[in-house]
Every structure is written in C-alpha cells, then in structure tokens.
C-alpha cells in the first residue's frame, strides 16, 4: 500500500505552466487514458486510472506493482530545431527485494522522431539523452508529488516526439499533469503565493482564509481521504464543524501554483 501523505507544515509547493499551449491531449488523465497508449515495448500494458490523491483534477496514471517492464506512451507532432519543455509529476515507490538495494523503478523514456518514424537523437548515446533520464531513474519519491522538467531542442530531422514513461516490477509509479510546451517554462513565482496564503492550523467550526485571490480549498484526512472541496474567494471560510477531531491536510490551489497546510480540529 502507499502513504498517502506523510504530515508536514509544508507539503510540496506546484509550479505549473501559465499561457502557454499543452502539446499533449488529456494530460491529466481526467478522460482516462486515450489517446495515451501501451508502449513503447512488445508486451506493455496500460497503466491503471486511479483517483486516489492525484496531484490535481480527478484522476491520475499508475503501475502499482507490475508483474513486469512495461510503460505508456503519446506521440505528439512538433518541429524541427524549436525549443521545447517537457514536464510532469511522479510519485515512485520502491519494494526492495531481501538482500539488495534496488531502487530502479520508474523513468522517463521519451525519443523524437523524423518523418518515417525512424528515432532521431541529439545526443550521442542513451547516457547523455535527458529525454531518456540520462539513461537513469528518477528518484524515489514515496509520498509527495515531486515535478521533473527537461528542456531540449527537438533535433534537426525531428517531426514528432513519442513522450513515454517507463515502469518496473520493483515498485509503483504514478503520473500525473504531463505538459508539452513550445519553448521554456512561464513559471508562477510559488513562494509569493506560499506566502499570501494564511490560514488559522487550529480549527474549530470554520477553516478562516487570506488569499491572493480565489482558490480551490481542499481537505484531506492523514490517510489521503478527501473529505472537504471549495472554492474560495480572499476572506471567506470552510465550514468545518462536520469533521471529527484530529490532524488533516489543507491545500490551496489557484491553477497556478498549490501549496499545503497542517491543521489540526480540536
């Protein structure tokens, strides 16, 4: 099983893409698979569509203990010699066999392809390719959403990329909010919005709010269960008199940036 949340003042703050276009159909999984598809190897399976803690909308991509090697993959169009920025977020768990320290459990294994379908790189083997994890693995990440980014300049022959992620027996891997752009990152500056954010951690009957503008106000009990789902406007509060003393996570979102919050019922 995975943890969900482990509690902390400050769970990971999100930097997501602002005006910009996604090159990807349904990045976030929110109409299940399609088109994403099994691959990019003989025998890949379609990972799961889970909605348990995805990093946000609804749903999210997962491998949770695959029998075997497998992955997912979208091919999406692009041009030759442009600057493009591919990102995503993962959480990755691993279960080591008694005896070793295995850790190699997920990673990212996209190529850009010319006209024919043939593959086409810009470097001169797998261990210098970023779009291939520089022939490594990203790492652990058990409990937080934790955001991988590589920015690259498609090759000369390039027409298409496939962008793919792969998946090992050893562990369980989610994705979730994977972004193709034209170009580098437009990135919300997150600490101001961490900042602007305040809220009262010891709560009663309401859940009292300062924010930058409106946000969409989530509360999660410790085990992951969503519990409390609002949008909030700067002053406004959550009625909380329904929830059971204990500890709960509270994240803002504003689609822009998403930080997190301890609070504590009494």
Same mark, same amino acid.
């Given at each position: 099983?995975?943890?969900?949340?482990?509690i902390?003042?400050l769970?990971?703050?999100?930097?997501?893409?602002?005006?910009?276009?996604?090159?990807?159909?349904?990045p976030?999984?929110?109409?299940?698979?399609?088109?994403?598809? !099994?691959?990019?190897?003989?025998?890949?399976?379609e990972p799961?569509?889970?909605?348990?803690?995805?990093?946000?909308g609804?749903?999210?991509?997962?491998?949770e203990?695959?029998?075997?090697?497998?992955?997912?993959?979208? @091919?999406?169009?692009?041009?030759?010699?442009t600057?493009?920025?591919?990102?995503f977020?993962?959480?990755?768990?691993?279960?080591?066999?008694?005896?070793?320290?295995?850790n @190699?459990?997920?990673?990212?294994?996209?190529?850009m392809k010319?006209t024919?379908?043939?593959?086409v790189?810009?470097?001169?083997?797998?261990?210098?390719?970023?779009?291939?994890?520089?022939?490594?693995?990203?790492p652990?990440?058990?409990?937080?959403?934790t955001?991988?980014?590589?920015?690259?300049?498609?090759?000369?022959s390039? !027409?298409?990329?496939?962008?793919?992620?792969?998946?090992?027996?050893?562990g369980?891997?989610?994705?979730?909010?994977?972004?193709l752009?034209?170009?580098?990152? !437009?990135v919300s500056?997150? @600490?101001?919005?961490?900042?602007?954010?305040?809220?009262n951690?010891?709560?009663?009957n309401?859940?009292?709010?300062?924010?930058?503008?409106? !946000?969409?106000?989530?509360?999660?009990?410790?085990d992951g269960?969503?519990?409390?789902?609002?949008?909030?406007?700067?002053?406004?509060s959550?009625?909380?008199?329904?929830?059971?003393?204990?500890?709960?996570?509270v994240?803002?979102?504003?689609?822009?940036?998403?930080?997190?919050?301890?609070?504590?019922? @009494?």
């Amino acid at each position: 099983m995975k943890k969900i949340f482990t509690i902390l003042s400050l769970v990971s703050a999100t930097a997501l893409v602002s005006a910009q276009t996604n090159l990807l159909q349904n990045p976030g999984f929110e109409n299940d698979l399609a088109p994403w598809a !099994a691959g990019t190897g003989n025998g890949y399976t379609e990972p799961a569509i889970l909605t348990v803690n995805p990093h946000s909308g609804a749903k999210l991509a997962a491998y949770e203990l695959p029998a075997a090697t497998t992955g997912f993959y979208q @091919n999406v169009p692009i041009l030759a010699g442009t600057q493009y920025t591919l990102t995503f977020w993962y959480k990755a768990s691993t279960v080591r066999p008694a005896g070793t320290t295995q850790n @190699n459990i997920f990673r990212l294994w996209s190529v850009m392809k010319d006209t024919t379908g043939a593959p086409v790189y810009n470097s001169a083997t797998a261990a210098d390719d970023p779009l291939r994890t520089n022939n490594g693995y990203l790492p652990i990440a058990p409990t937080e959403w934790t955001q991988h980014t590589v920015t690259f300049t498609s090759h000369a022959s390039a !027409a298409s990329i496939d962008v793919a992620f792969r998946s090992y027996g050893s562990g369980s891997s989610y994705v979730d909010d994977v972004q193709l752009v034209q170009g580098s990152l !437009a990135v919300s500056d997150v @600490n101001a919005f961490d900042k602007a954010v305040k809220m009262n951690t010891i709560v009663g009957n309401e859940l009292k709010l300062i924010l930058p503008g409106k !946000a969409t106000v989530n509360i999660y009990s410790v085990d992951g269960r969503l519990v409390s789902s609002n949008r909030v406007e700067n002053g406004q509060s959550v009625n909380t008199s329904s929830l059971s003393k204990g500890n709960y996570i509270v994240t803002v979102d504003n689609g822009s940036a998403k930080v997190s919050r301890k609070v504590v019922k @009494n």
